[in-house]
C-alpha cells in the first residue's frame, strides 16, 4: 500500500480510511479528541521520562498559546474603538446633506417653467423660416432641370461620362414630371442629345481600337444609356477578341513556322529566352484577359455563360502557343530559367483561373507536361552521360600502355565512373528538385507534390535510369559474344560486374533514400518500385557479367590448349626437356588475370586448407600420392582396375559442374577460370593418341600446372582432380605408358 | 517394379562410339564400340528385353582399333559401319569399313550372358572406304530409308559420297567434294538429311555448319559462327525439313531454320559443359536429348519448335464431329518449352546418346567409361504426348 501514498493524498483518503480516521480519540489535534482516552494511553504505554519530557513540553505549549492569545486580544480592541469613532462621525454629515437637496430640487423646477416658456414664443418664426427654405430649393433644382440640355450639349463631346451621370440624376425626375409641359420638352431635348452620345459611342466601339479600359468605359457608358446588353456584350467580346488575338498573334510571331514536314530542317534557336516569352505572354495577353473578364464581370453581372468558352478558347490557344514555345526548348538548357518561366506563367494564370476554372486543368496540365518532358530529357542524358563515360573506359583500356608506364588501374577507372555518374545523377536530382522547390507556385499543385515525385522522378527518371544501366551492362554480356560481333574487352566486363555489384551493395539504397528525401513521396501516393527489386536486378547483372568474363577468359585459355593439344604430335614426340610454352603462357595469363581480378574483387575464402598446403609440402604431398594414382594404370594385366579406382574415387568426390556461376570474389573467379581450362585439357587429351614420350610430356606439363594454378583455386583440390584425370586419361591414351620418373619432372619444372 | 528405374550396363573399356540398330523396328539393340589402345576392342551388341527389364549382351571383336564412331545400316540388320584409329609406332590413322555381323546375331540371341562372353565372334569385312587420299574419317553417314547403298563419309576436310556395290562388297566413291579455305580445315561431324529425297546432308567444321546439296555437292547454306566454339553435333528434325538442331563446346543447344540462319530459332543452356550429342526423337520432334562432357544427359522438350506446337493432333478421320475438334483446339494452350528431366546416372563424360529406333520413348546413354544407360521417357509425359 505504501506506494500508493502519494496517489491517495492525491485523490483524498479512501471513504474507509475516512470513516478508520474519524473516531480515533487519541488524536490531539483531531475533533474527536477525549483527553480522557489520551491520558489513559499515554500512562499506559509510555515510560517515565517520556511522560516527563511530554509533560514539559505541555507546558511550554499551553504556555506560548496564553501568550499569543492575549497579543490578539490586544489588537483587536485598538480596532474596535476607532471603528466604533468613525461611525459616529458619519452620523453628523449625514443630517447635513439632506437640506441641501431639498434646495436644489426647488431651483431645477423653476428653470423649467422658464424654458418652455422661451420655445413657446419662438415657434411660428421658425416653421416660416424652414417653408422658405424648401421653396428655395425646389427653385434651384428647377433650374439646374433647365439647364440639363445645355449642359448635355456642352459635355457630350468631351467629357461624356460627366453628361452621362447629369443625366441620369435628371432623369427619373424628368420621366415623372413629363405631362408638364416644359419638362416634356426638356425631356425630349436631353433624350435627342443622349441618343446622339450613344450613337456616337457605338461607332466608337465598333471602330476603333480601343485599350480595354476605354473599351469597359465605353460599354459601361452605353448600358447606362441602356442599350440592349445581349447585344453590347457580343460587341465587348468581339472588341476584346480581336485585341486578344493581335496580342497572341505577336507572340506567335516569335514562334518558328509550324513546319508540317517535320523535323528535318531544326528551327534556329528562338530568339528570346522561354522566361522572356512567358514575360511577355503573361503580361499582355494573359494581363488583357483578365482585365477584359474583370470588365465583363462587372458591366453584365455574374452571367458568364457567354464569356466562359470565349475565354476558354482563347487561354487553349494561348496554352498551345506555350507549349509549342516549350517544345523549342530542346536540350537541356537552364533548368531554373525553365522553371522560373512557368513559375511565371502558373502564377500569372492563377488570376485568370479565378474567372475561368475551367482552364485550370488544363494549365496545372501544360505545367506538368513541360516538367515530365524535362524529366524524360534528363533521363536520356543521363544514358548518354553514362554511355560516353563507358565510352571513355574503354578507350582507357584500350589505350597502348608505353612500356614501364602502368596505365590508370581499374580501382581507379571503376572510381572515376561510379562517381561521374553518381555526381551527374545528384545534379539533374538536383535541377529536377527546382521544380518542387517552395517558392515555386506550381510546386503545390497536388500533382507536384504526388505523382511527379513519385511517378517522374523516381520512377521516371531515378529507377529508369538503374534499370537501363543494369540493362545496358548485361547487354555486354548478352548480346555481342554470339554471332562474332566486336564484344566488350574482359576487362570493361569486369568492371561492370563490380558496377553492379557496387549498386546492389550500397548505390541503390543511396540513390533512393536521396531521392526519397529531396523528393518525399506521399503514403497514398501510387506504388514504387521497392530497392530490393532494383537490387536483385543489379545483382543478377552483375552475375551475368561476371559469369561471362569466366567464361570469355576461360574461353580465351581453354582455346589456347586445345590448340596447343590438337596440333601437336603427340606420337613422334621427343622426350620431354621442357615444359611446353604454352602452359606458362596458360600460367601468364591465368596470372595476369588474377591480378586483374583482384584489383576490383576481394580476396574470397578458400576452403579450410591443410597445413601442407605450402609450396613445397604441396609437391611432397602430390609426389606422395602420385605413385598411387599411377601405379595401377600401368599394370597391363588388370584393364578393370582402372576403372575401378577412378570410379571409386569418383565416387567420393563431388561432381564439378564447369561452367558454373561464381561468386563474387578473386579465387572463385580464378577458379571458374580454371576449371573450364583444365576440363578443355582433359577433354583434348582424350581424343588423341600419345606416345611414350607425348605422356611423359602431359605429364611435366600437368605438374608445371599444378605447381603455379593451385593457389589462384580456392579449394586446391579441385585443380588436383583435373590434372589427376588429364593425367589418368593420357595414360590410357597412351601406346606404351611408361611414366617419366617423378623426380626427373619435378627437376624439369623446377628448371622452368 | 518400378518401371522408370534406368537400366546401367557396364563395358570393360572405354568408349565413345553408340548407334541404334537401325533396320531393326521391333527389339530394341544398341551397338557401342570400345575404345582401348592395348587389347582388342569390341563391339558390344545390347539387346534389352523391355518387358523384363533385361539387357542381353553379344560381343563381337574389332580387331583393327580403336572405333571412334559406328553406324547401323538401315536396311539391313546385320551391316554397319565403324570408323577406327589404326595405330603404328609413329602415325595414327582414322579409317572406316564396312562389316557384316554374324547371322546369328542380326537379330539378337538370348542366350545367357555368361555363354557369350566365352565364345566372342568375329565381324566379317565388307569393304574399307579407301582414304589414303583424303585424311581421317570422322564418320560415317548411311542414306536415311534408303537400301543401304549409298554411304557419305567425312575425312579431314572432304565430303565423300560412296556406292556399295556387289552386295557391299565393294566401295566405289561415286563423288565428293572438298571444303576449301585458310587454315587446317577438319570436319567434326555430320548428318544426312531425311528431307528432300535425301539429298541434304549438314555437316559441322569448327563453329560453322554448313548444308550441302549431294547431287551437285556444292555448299547449299552455311551457319557461320553456329556456336562461339566447336560444334561438337548436329540432328534434323525428322518431321519439319527446314529445322536442324546443332550443339557444340559453349555449352548451348542450337535450333535453327536453315532458310534464315542469321539466328537461331532457340538457344537451350542447360548444361555446364560442352554437348557432345543432340538427337531429335525419331516420332516425337518436341523430344531433345542431349549428352554432355558434365556427365549429364538432359531430355528437353521444345514443344514450340517442334511439329505438334499444340500437343498431338487428332486426324480428321479419327473424329466424328468437326466442331468437336474446334472447340478442342481451342482448349489446347501451346505448351511450353521446357527441360523433361536431367539424368545423372553417368560419372563421366557423356560423348553419345542414342534413341532406340525401336522404341520411340527408349533411348540410351554412352559415357567414357564404358557405362551404357538405358532410360525412358517418363511415363506422365508419354501419356501427355500420346493423349
Redesign the interface.
Known amino acids: 500500500r505504501r506506494p500508493h501514498g502519494p496517489l491517495q493524498r492525491y485523490y483524498g483518503p479512501s471513504t474507509a480510511e475516512a470513516a478508520e480516521a474519524a473516531p480515533d480519540p487519541t488524536d490531539i489535534n483531531g475533533p474527536h479528541f477525549d483527553p480522557e482516552v489520551f491520558m489513559t494511553k499515554v500512562r499506559n504505554e509510555c515510560p517515565l521520562g517520556q511522560l516527563l519530557a511530554r509533560e514539559a513540553a505541555l507546558g511550554r505549549e499551553i504556555r506560548a498559546l496564553d501568550s499569543d492569545m492575549q497579543t490578539l486580544l490586544y489588537e483587536n480592541y485598538n480596532k474596535f474603538i476607532s471603528a466604533t469613532d468613525t461611525i459616529r462621525k458619519m452620523k453628523v454629515d449625514f443630517r447635513h446633506m439632506e437640506a441641501e437637496m431639498d434646495d436644489l430640487a426647488a431651483n431645477m423646477a423653476a428653470i423649467s417653467a422658464s424654458s418652455a416658456r422661451v420655445s413657446a414664443a419662438l415657434q411660428d418664426r421658425h416653421r416660416r423660416g424652414a417653408q422658405l427654405a424648401g421653396v428655395q430649393a425646389l427653385l434651384r433644382k428647377l433650374q439646374a432641370l433647365v439647364e440639363v440640355p445645355g449642359r448635355l450639349r456642352c459635355w457630350a463631346g468631351t467629357e461624356p461620362a460627366r453628361a452621362l451621370r447629369c443625366h441620369a440624376r435628371a432623369r427619373a425626375v424628368l420621366r415623372h414630371y413629363r405631362h408638364l409641359p416644359s419638362f416634356r420638352a426638356i425631356e425630349d431635348e436631353s433624350h435627342a442629345i443622349m441618343a446622339d452620345l450613344a450613337r456616337r459611342l457605338r461607332t466608337r466601339l465598333r471602330c476603333e481600337k480601343l485599350d480595354p479600359k476605354e473599351l469597359t468605359e465605353c460599354v459601361e457608358m452605353l448600358l447606362q444609356l441602356e442599350e440592349p446588353a445581349e447585344e453590347l456584350s457580343e460587341e465587348f467580346l468581339s472588341q476584346a477578341g480581336a485585341r486578344l488575338e493581335a496580342e497572341l498573334a505577336a507572340l506567335e510571331a516569335e514562334l518558328p513556322a509550324a513546319d508540317p514536314s517535320g523535323a528535318a530542317t531544326t528551327p534556329p534557336p528562338p530568339a528570346s529566352d522561354i522566361l522572356d516569352f512567358v514575360d511577355r505572354g503573361s503580361s499582355a495577353f494573359v494581363g488583357t484577359l483578365c482585365q477584359l473578364a474583370g470588365s465583363y464581370r462587372t458591366l453584365f453581372g455574374e452571367d458568364t455563360g457567354r464569356l466562359e468558352p470565349f475565354a476558354a478558347a482563347l487561354a487553349t490557344r494561348y496554352f498551345e502557343l506555350l507549349e509549342r514555345r516549350l517544345a523549342l526548348e530542346r536540350g537541356l538548357g537552364d533548368t531554373s530559367l525553365l522553371v522560373r518561366a512557368l513559375d511565371r506563367f502558373h502564377r500569372r494564370l492563377r488570376a485568370l483561373l479565378e474567372l475561368l476554372p475551367a482552364g485550370a486543368d488544363a494549365a496545372a496540365a501544360v505545367v506538368a507536361r513541360a516538367a515530365r518532358e524535362r524529366v524524360d530529357r534528363y533521363l536520356r542524358a543521363l544514358q548518354t552521360f553514362f554511355l560516353g563515360c563507358l565510352g571513355d573506359v574503354r578507350q582507357a583500356l584500350a589505350a597502348p600502355r608505353p612500356p614501364g608506364k602502368e596505365g590508370p588501374g581499374l580501382p581507379d577507372l571503376l572510381a572515376t565512373l561510379a562517381a561521374s555518374v553518381l555526381g551527374q545523377l545528384k545534379a539533374v536530382l538536383a535541377y529536377v528538385q527546382l521544380f518542387t522547390a517552395r517558392d515555386v507556385a506550381f510546386a503545390s499543385l497536388p500533382y507536384f507534390k504526388g505523382e511527379f515525385c513519385v511517378t517522374a522522378v523516381r520512377e521516371g527518371l531515378v529507377v529508369a535510369f538503374v534499370r537501363w544501366l543494369c540493362r545496358t551492362a548485361r547487354g555486354f554480356a548478352d548480346g555481342p559474344a554470339e554471332r562474332g560481333a566486336p564484344a566488350a574487352p574482359p576487362a570493361l566486363l569486369l568492371l561492370l560486374a563490380r558496377l553492379c555489384l557496387d549498386y546492389e551493395n550500397s548505390t541503390i539504397s543511396y540513390i533512393l533514400t536521396l531521392t526519397d528525401e529531396q523528393f518525399p513521396p506521399l503514403d497514398s501516393g501510387p506504388a514504387v518500385t521497392p530497392g530490393p527489386a532494383l537490387c536483385a536486378e543489379a545483382r543478377a547483372a552483375a552475375q551475368r557479367l561476371l559469369d561471362h568474363y569466366v567464361q570469355v577468359q576461360g574461353a580465351a585459355v581453354a582455346q589456347m590448349l586445345r590448340k596447343s593439344v590438337e596440333t601437336r604430335d603427340w606420337l613422334g614426340t621427343v622426350e620431354p626437356r621442357n615444359v611446353r610454352a604454352v602452359m606458362k603462357r596458360v600460367v601468364e595469363d591465368i596470372t595476369a588475370i588474377d591480378v586483374q581480378v583482384g584489383q576490383l574483387f576481394e580476396e574470397g575464402v578458400r576452403r579450410a586448407q591443410s597445413s601442407d598446403s605450402s609450396r613445397r609440402a604441396f609437391s611432397v604431398y602430390s609426389s606422395s600420392r602420385a605413385p598411387g594414382r599411377y601405379a595401377p594404370s600401368y599394370t597391363p594385366s588388370a584393364p578393370m582396375d582402372t576403372h575401378l579406382l577412378s570410379n571409386i574415387q569418383k565416387l567420393f568426390s563431388e561432381r564439378i559442374d564447369i561452367f558454373s556461376p561464381v561468386e563474387f570474389n578473386k579465387v572463385s573467379v580464378l577458379t571458374g577460370i580454371i576449371k573450364i581450362s583444365l576440363k578443355t585439357l582433359l577433354e583434348c587429351v582424350r581424343l588423341r593418341t600419345l606416345g611414350r614420350f607425348g605422356l611423359q610430356q602431359v605429364q611435366v606439363d600437368g605438374h608445371y600446372l599444378q605447381l603455379y594454378l593451385w593457389r589462384f583455386a580456392s579449394d586446391e583440390r579441385v585443380v588436383q582432380g583435373l590434372l589427376d584425370e588429364v593425367a589418368a586419361s593420357a595414360a590410357h591414351r597412351c601406346l606404351d605408358p611408361v611414366p617419366m620418373e617423378h623426380s626427373v619432372v619435378e627437376l624439369i619444372c623446377e628448371r622452368g | 517394379m518400378e518401371d522408370d528405374a534406368p537400366v546401367i550396363y557396364g563395358l570393360?573399356?572405354?568408349a565413345r562410339a553408340l548407334t541404334p540398330q537401325t533396320a531393326e523396328t521391333d527389339a530394341i539393340r544398341f551397338l557401342v564400340g570400345t575404345q582401348?589402345?592395348?587389347?582388342d576392342n569390341q563391339i558390344h551388341i545390347i539387346d534389352f528385353d523391355d518387358e523384363n527389364n533385361i539387357i542381353n549382351k553379344n560381343v563381337l571383336l574389332h580387331q583393327v582399333g580403336e572405333i571412334w564412331h559406328i553406324s547401323t545400316s538401315p536396311a539391313d540388320k546385320g551391316v554397319l559401319a565403324t570408323c577406327y584409329?589404326k595405330?603404328s609406332?609413329?602415325?595414327?590413322m582414322t579409317c572406316a569399313a564396312v562389316w557384316r555381323m554374324p547371322k546369328e546375331l542380326e537379330s539378337g540371341s538370348h542366350e545367357s550372358p555368361d555363354d557369350s562372353s566365352s565364345n566372342t565372334q568375329t565381324l566379317e569385312l565388307l569393304c574399307h572406304l579407301d582414304n589414303t587420299a583424303h585424311g581421317n574419317m570422322a564418320c560415317v553417314m548411311w542414306e536415311p530409308m534408303g537400301d543401304g547403298k549409298k554411304i557419305i563419309s567425312l575425312a579431314d576436310n572432304n565430303v565423300l559420297l560412296w556406292d556399295l556395290e556387289e552386295s557391299s562388297a565393294k566401295a566405289v566413291l561415286s563423288s565428293s567434294a572438298a571444303l576449301e579455305g585458310k587454315g587446317q580445315l577438319k570436319f567434326t561431324s555430320g548428318r544426312w538429311s531425311p528431307h528432300h529425297n535425301c539429298t541434304q546432308i549438314a555437316t559441322a567444321n569448327d563453329t560453322t555448319v554448313r548444308g550441302w546439296d549431294i547431287r551437285s555437292m556444292r555448299q547449299i547454306y552455311c551457319i557461320?559462327?553456329a556456336h562461339?566454339?566447336?560444334v561438337r553435333d548436329l540432328d534434323f528434325n525428322p518431321n519439319k525439313q527446314y529445322y536442324l538442331a546443332s550443339c557444340g563446346d559453349?555449352?548451348k543447344v542450337k535450333f535453327w531454320d536453315t532458310r534464315n540462319v542469321?539466328?537461331p530459332v532457340k538457344t537451350l543452356e542447360e548444361?555446364?559443359?560442352?554437348v557432345w550429342n543432340v538427337r531429335y526423337n525419331h516420332s516425337h520432334d518436341q523430344l531433345i536429348l542431349t549428352g554432355s562432357?558434365?556427365?549429364r544427359v538432359i531430355l528437353s522438350n521444345m514443344v514450340s519448335i517442334s511439329s505438334e506446337p499444340f500437343g498431338h493432333m487428332v486426324d480428321d478421320d479419327e473424329l466424328s464431329d468437326q466442331e468437336d475438334q474446334h472447340q478442342e483446339e481451342k482448349i489446347k494452350e501451346p505448351l511450353q518449352d521446357s527441360v523433361i528431366a536431367t539424368y545423372?546416372e553417368h560419372?563421366?563424360?557423356v560423348y553419345a546418346v542414342e534413341w532406340s529406333s525401336a522404341d520411340p520413348w527408349l533411348f540410351a546413354s554412352l559415357s567414357?567409361?564404358?557405362r551404357l544407360v538405358i532410360n525412358r521417357v517418363p511415363r506422365a509425359l508419354k501419356y501427355h504426348i500420346l493423349l
Not at chain 2, 548444361?271 to 560442352?274: F, G
Open positions: 570393360e573399356f572405354q582401348s589402345l592395348r587389347y584409329n595405330t609406332d609413329t602415325k595414327v557461320e559462327n562461339g566454339q566447336l559453349d555449352c542469321t539466328e548444361h555446364s559443359h560442352w562432357s558434365d556427365s545423372e560419372e563421366d563424360s567414357y567409361d564404358g
